[in-house]
């Protein structure tokens, strides 16, 4: 049995919803009814990057960051696939650079997503520390 079973259905058009657990995912290619596949990815990206992060900061003994938003940017090419990701993370801990780059890089191991894109696409990171 798998570990991760969904059912993605198009009754017509470009939308699909995807049942995902007891969860509905709309994605709609063309951003009339939920997001495209590039924008839903690189949400699903940032919202695995996220929690990742807190766990590298607990592995560098950073428990409480507080507040975290990333602000997730992406680049299409010329066939509208994605070609360049980017995360701008603010951290409302007061970490100082060589902490927040470290907990970076470990939350890149940790994250799951990161791990099954290809190298090329893997978000560039920079974390903005006491930013709230």
């Not at 969904?6 to 699909?16: C, D, P, Q, R, W």
């Not at 919202?47 to 960051?65: D, F, N």
């Not at 995360?87 to 927040?100: G, I, K």
Request: with cysteine; aromatic share 6%; net charge negative.
């Amino acid at each position: 049995m798998a570990d991760i079973e969904t059912s993605t259905v198009s009754e017509a058009g470009y939308a699909s919803t995807s049942q995902v657990g007891e969860f509905d995912l709309r994605i709609d290619a063309t951003d009339e009814t939920g997001p495209n596949p590039n924008a839903a990815l690189v949400a699903t990206y940032a919202s695995c990057y996220l929690p990742a992060l807190r766990v590298g900061g607990s592995q560098r003994g950073e428990e409480e960051l507080g507040k975290v938003q990333i602000d997730a940017s992406a680049e299409l090419d010329e066939d509208d696939d994605l070609e360049s990701i980017a995360f701008d993370v603010h951290v409302e801990a007061d970490l100082d650079d060589e902490t927040a780059a470290d907990i970076a890089e470990r939350a890149e191991g940790i994250c799951h997503v990161h791990s099954a894109l290809r190298e090329g696409l893997h978000a560039d990171v920079s974390v903005y520390p006491g930013a709230f």
